[in-house]
């Protein structure tokens, strides 16, 4: 059986991760294939742990300690979840991985890029997503969702709005050949439409365009 898919969906607070994840999840059971959804940090016992510390707003943590608490969370969802469920064959779609480390720890905290691209690399042992989508919208149009949303303010929320503005940059600034942008400033379900054409275009096996 072939490895499945790796596709990740990234972007700032309140780009529409979940909301774009969700849909292509359900519209991907309706045709039958098997689907896994993980979201960072967490999904292991032990990432949900380092989840609930990296974003409690009473714990002031230093930027190494932040990356840190990332990298464990990763390194465990990516051993007992990711990784076996490529190989058993299953598309594996998670809101955010490790671009939100170069945006937030790089961009934001102002870590060193080649340091944390080796710690990186230790937490996932070198498994890449196959592509990554990066949902753009500008940081004010994702924080005014939220706030719409009525949802208390993290950690990492409640951060200064220089470091908000230093990760949309690095966001922006992403580039490469497994990186699609897509702006996302538009109703979900123009936004979905255009994702499922993005997607079709690249991986047709997996996302027909007259299906679903
Ligand atoms: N973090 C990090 O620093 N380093 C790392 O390596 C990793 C993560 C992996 C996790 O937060 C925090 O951890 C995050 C980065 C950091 N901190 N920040 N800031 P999270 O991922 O759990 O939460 P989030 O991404 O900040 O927020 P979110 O609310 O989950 O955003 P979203 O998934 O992009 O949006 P959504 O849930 O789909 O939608 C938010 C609201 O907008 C909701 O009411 C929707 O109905 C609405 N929505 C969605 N799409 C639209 C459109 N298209 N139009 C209008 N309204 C919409």
Known sequence: ?????????????????????????RRLRALGRDVLVVREPGGTPLAEQARKLVLDPALELEPAAELF??????????????????????????????????????????????????????????????LVVVLDVPP???????????????RMELADEGFHRRVAEAFRAATGPGI??????????DVHVKLWTELSRRFPAIFPQDAG
């Open 1 to 25: 059986m072939s490895r499945g898919l790796f596709l990740t969906v990234e972007g700032v607070e309140g780009a529409g991760k979940t909301t774009q994840v969700g849909r292509i999840a």
């Open 69 to 130: 608490l990332m990298l464990v969370a990763r390194a465990d969802l990516m051993h007992h979840v990711i990784r076996p469920a490529l190989e058993a064959g299953t598309a594996v779609i998670a809101d955010r991985f490790d671009l939100s480390t170069h945006a937030y720890q790089i961009g934001g905290r102002g870590l060193s890029e080649s340091d944390v691209v080796a710690a990186n690399r230790l937490a996932t042992g070198g498994l890449a997503p196959d």
């Open 180 to 189: 699609l942008h897509l702006p996302a400033d538009q109703p979900p379900e």
């Open 140 to 154: 004010e149009v994702g924080r005014a969702r939220h706030a719409a949303a009525g949802k208390p303010k993290d």
